[in-house]
């Protein structure tokens, strides 16, 4: 069935609360780890360099389970809601062409289509001094950003890559697209928005030398943006500092920003 073809007149069944709170992951309703199988198969997703498109996935993972599978938006809202998957196709679709750059230096093309954040804010009507939004993911990943980074242009919550729904590996049922930053900040399996005041970390601040912010720094393959030791990266350049500036190994430096 292609959910595409759903009447748009049947979506945005709301769940009741009820429904919502037995969606929410069990511990103060935002667990950070959702995977429900720790003994992992072999086929599971993970690092792969495929032609096309690799895949980066942090954590061996089985993929999401539909059957329990529903987007919970919540936090300092007017309004917190549940969607369930058919849900989210009711709501205005985007199209874009764009570029995924991971800090790992590939990078790749892709169709996406799905929906701009403005639609989710409208129903769950944030607070004025909701001004940072944490997303969490079912392979117990989660992202940071500040409320106007997901308001920008080209900024997409992604249903559909190349005219197919996401493969399981490309982040099915629903991942967050943003060209503008590093593939890491482009989070997959997305489960729960939460509206917070504060900005939270991010997966790869706390596991590895990348920021919250992950901008993509133009003319290097990939930068080192936090004031830590530089590190070298596997399938990467090693950064080297210079002048306090890291440098690639062709020395192209780094423009201040
Ligand atoms: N949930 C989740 N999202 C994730 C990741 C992950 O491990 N888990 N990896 C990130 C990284 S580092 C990159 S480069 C992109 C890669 O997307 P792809 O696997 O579709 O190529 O997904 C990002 N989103
Ligand atoms: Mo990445």
Redesign the pocket.
């Known amino acids: 069935m292609d959910p595409f073809k759903f009447d748009r007149r049947n979506f945005l069944k709301i769940f009741s609360l009820t429904t919502l709170s037995a969606l929410l992951p069990k511990k103060n309703g935002w667990a950070d780890d959702f995977r429900n199988d720790k003994n992992i198969p072999k086929q599971y997703v993970q690092n792969r360099d495929t032609p096309d498109f690799h895949i980066?996935s942090a954590n061996p993972f089985l993929g999401v389970d539909m059957q329990s599978w529903g987007l919970a938006i919540g936090g300092m809202v007017k309004n917190p809601i549940g969607l369930a998957y058919e849900d989210l196709f009711g709501l205005k679709m985007h199209s874009q062409i764009s570029r995924l750059k991971?800090?790992?230096c590939w990078s790749a093309k892709a169709k996406w289509e799905g929906f701009r954040f403005e639609e989710l804010l409208k129903q769950v009507q944030p607070d004025p001094s909701a001004k940072y939004v944490y997303i969490q993911s079912a392979d117990s990943y989660y992202e940071s950003f500040a409320l106007e980074e997901l308001l920008r242009p080209r900024v997409l919550f992604v249903l559909r890559m190349d005219g197919q729904p996401l493969s399981r590996d490309h982040g099915f049922p629903l991942r967050l697209i943003m060209p503008s930053k590093?593939?890491?900040k482009n989070i997959k399996y997305i489960t729960s928005i939460k509206f917070l005041d504060s900005r939270k970390r991010n997966y790869w601040s706390n596991n590895g030398p990348y920021s919250v912010d992950g901008t993509i720094q133009p003319g290097v393959d990939h930068p080192l943006d936090l004031d830590k030791k530089p590190l070298p990266i596997n399938g990467g350049e090693v950064f080297h500092y210079f002048d306090e500036r890291p440098t690639t190994r062709r020395g192209a430096v780094i423009p201040p920003h």
């Open positions: 980066r991971c800090v790992e590093y593939g890491y």
